[in-house]
């Protein structure tokens, strides 16, 4: 149901961006979250269905930002400034159940998520 692209080789301090197109429904919550090689997952940044709520890792703030298209259900991140330290996977999530309260960057919460797409930055 949901499918990534957008990743690549670029060097630091370049520009990326990822879409991730979903696909049967609208959910509740979009997010971003990556995993370098020997690490662990970790959250990069969510937004509600409408994106008038949005959520970053201290890490990725002021240089990613996340938005959504609702005419075709695409999440995006548009990534710059990028450093060595952000080369990861990077996956996109959606959760179906409807919450009030703070965005979760836990990713059990997630009900669904895609394949994922490689991003390299080089030094």
């Known amino acids: 149901q949901l499918v990534e692209s957008g990743g690549g080789l670029v060097q630091a301090g370049g520009s990326l961006r990822l879409s991730c197109t979903a696909s049967?429904?609208?959910?509740?919550?979009y997010a971003w979250f990556r995993q370098a090689p020997g690490k662990e997952r970790e959250f990069v940044a969510a937004?509600?269905?409408?994106?008038?709520?949005?959520y970053y890792a201290d890490s990725v703030k002021g240089r990613f930002a996340i938005s959504r298209d609702n005419r075709d259900n695409t999440l995006y991140l548009q990534m710059v400034s990028l450093r060595p330290e952000d080369t990861a996977v990077y996956y996109c999530?959606?959760?179906?159940?409807?919450?009030?309260?703070?965005?979760?960057?836990?990713?059990?919460?997630?009900?669904?998520w895609g394949q994922g797409t490689q991003v390299t930055v080089s030094s």
């Open positions: 999530a959606v959760r179906i159940e409807y919450s009030s309260g703070p965005l979760t960057q836990l990713g059990s919460s997630y009900d669904y």
């Open positions: 937004s509600n269905w409408r994106g008038g709520r949005t």
């Open positions: 049967g429904r609208t959910f509740s919550t």
